[in-house]
DNA sequence: CATTTTCCGATTTTT
DNA sequence: TCGGAAAATG
């Protein structure tokens, strides 16, 4: 099909149209990447090189899966729901799902949110009398996350100190407890399957020889165990190809190795390495603007973006005096933009942190300009659909401990904290589930607890037959949940969010092709499929009976049931936030969040030493780095217009920092900046920039004196008059603030005077009594 | 058991 | 400062 090829530049051709052996792709912001992926999915099936039977593609987000498989409908005849695209925890999870036993798992096995992890190693600890203070349960699931995502288990991880040893302990413990309930977390679906293809050669080898092609995106961002995991499928007769971008990892906090794009180079001898750098997004200035801040930049594989769109707009850059002041201009912009007939959708404001958006929040609430913040809760999180989702869990896996501590008490059923912990006994006593351990308990206890026992057991019988709607319609019914929040004042919402569940359970029925009378707990029979296929593993001897699942994707490839399908949906899709979804507004969000999207106009805010970059950030390993690559992302998802903002001071958690510019500045091309308020030399600067001493470390730099109230230019909102605060603001400090200095130690303020390079501060230490000092010379740091 | 009070944390986040 | 979560109280 030459239309399918039509309109690809030289290099995207070439990738598309690679041969069967390892590539890299190294895909530029904006340059077309996911379209290359895309097509060559198309192009391989079309030329008869692959069938979607043969094609493994997999990605981060269910947004970017959901994308491709449109997106290669939309091209092909063909239907892609039978197809392997999804996330690493997706295929993960179906292939587990298929493999149960061989992979140790129950058949009903549920997941485990990052919130469920917690609670299960919250009861865990609990039950094992630890102290939580000093080993703090968030740092366990760390732990415990970190160590699976280095394919490691509790034998393999290294034993340092004793506080190290006990954590390895819990650790073990965890995973005892998870296998007991047969419950697995993200991590362990991942190292489960890898565990899976790596100690099962013939299934390995099915795999390997099953998909032909390998399809990797947003490769930079794949941390150690999916790289193992992806090494593992490719076989003697298959290959990788990765797509990514370097300058885009920033995802390094949550274990993302951009270092597996250089070993993936090396260690499958990659000889198609294909730069794709024509950028088809932004306009010149834009450009060049991220070109020159990324190549400070020491270890990149190196790239450079290039446009035919000319230079358009300068990079608009403002200074204010207040984060308040700075929402108050980028608002005015905003209208400004939308006066020329912009659409809000294609404005975004982005921020390094979320703690930012209020101030810019409250002033787009004061003029009545619609927005959309993204991020918040998200609607598989809401406390009521966890909890019918525990009631579903517990019906389809009594052994569900997590789901069984949720809901017993909700609604209200008199079992309290010491009915529960005398279940808790029992169940450890007799190494079984706390549902398995009610009829041990005695008492006005155990009869709650069986009423209880008995209510999941009648749901359990009773929707045996039911579809998946139907079921979900019972157990909102039949738990109580629905009385529950009818009858509770501010229940409406939440009333309505079930009623979303059970149409959430008829959409997922509809697009997973099952019919509307399929049994949600029976693995279904897809029209066209002879038998209900299975594979069996007999001393190592594999017996492949998906056969038809091979030649047909359309036919039940998954072996899963409709409710454990829509269990997993539900822990591995957390759904939208849908706050103000659908209609025409601004767009706030972090920068990280921004990733992979475009808008015509973008304002980046907040640009401070000490926010952004951050300053936690100069504690880590190529933190700088990051926040570099951060910003560069951020620049790039300007089409048209790119507006840079900082402010002198910031409320920040009920204190005023005083920031200086963030380094950014000084790193971009000055010729495509337009300074809409004076630039102030880094040299008049109060106090200079002390670029050696650790960015984190003064960021309680004096404001700038350069920037004072008469001086700004083409400013479209008023300063705000804060002449009370003059003092404070020039200075940096007041009266009665604690101080520390670092030789005299911690004390209090008790006096300023002068101001600029003159300003003074009388200080009365605890140990070294009052002292006056020169604010240019003293090192004062304010303290909470 | 439910409501009030206190305390803690605070960068980024998908699965 | 502020919001969520644990602890304290009626």
New binding site residues.
Partial sequence: MPELLANLNPEQLAAVTLPNEPALILAGAGSGKTRVLITRIAWLIQQGLASPATVLAVT????AAREMMARLQALLPIDTRGMWIG?F??LCNRMLRAHYRDAGLPQTFQIL??ADQLSAI?RLMKGLNVDDEKYPPKNLQYFINNAKEQGLRPKDVDVTDNFNRKFVELYEAYDQQCQREGVVD?AELLLRCYELLAYNAPLRAHYQARFRDILVDEFQDTNKLQYAWLKMLAGPANAIFAVGDDDQSIYA??GANVGNMRDFEEEFRVKHLIKLEQNYRSHGYILDAANRLIEHNAHRLGKNLRTDAGHGEPVRVYEAATDSQEAGWIVEEIRALINTGLSRNEVAVLY????QSRTIEHTLVNVGIPYRVY?GLRFFERQEVKHALAYLRLIDNPNDDTAFARVV?FP?????ARSLEQLADAARLYNCSMAAAVPYVAGKAGSSLAAFATLVGRMRAETQQMSLPETVEYTVRMSGLAEFYQNEREGQDRLENLQELVNAATAFVSEEGYGLDTPARSIPLRPGATAAPEIVSDDGEIEVLDAPAITDPAQNPDLMTPLAGFLSHAS???GDNQAQAGQDAVQLM?V??AKGLEFTAVFITGLEEGLFP?E??AM?ADGLEEERRLMYVAITRAKERLYLSFAQSRLL??QTRYNVRSRFFDELPQETLKWLTPKVEAGARWGGRSDNAGYGRDWFSRPDRGASRDSYVESSAPLPAFANEQRAAETGFRVGQQVFHTKFGEGTITALEGSGTDAKAQVRFKRHGEKWLALAVAKLQPVE
């Avoid at 390094?352 to 703690?355: C, F, Q």
């Avoid at 209200?412 to 309290?416: L, P, S």
């Fill in positions: 981060f987000t269910n947004k996330t925890h997706g949110d990052t919250k993200f906090f949550r390094r942190s979320n703690a991020g008490n209200a059923r008199g079992i309290g591995l899709e957390a972090t990280h969040a951050h936690n950030s880590e958690h009920g």
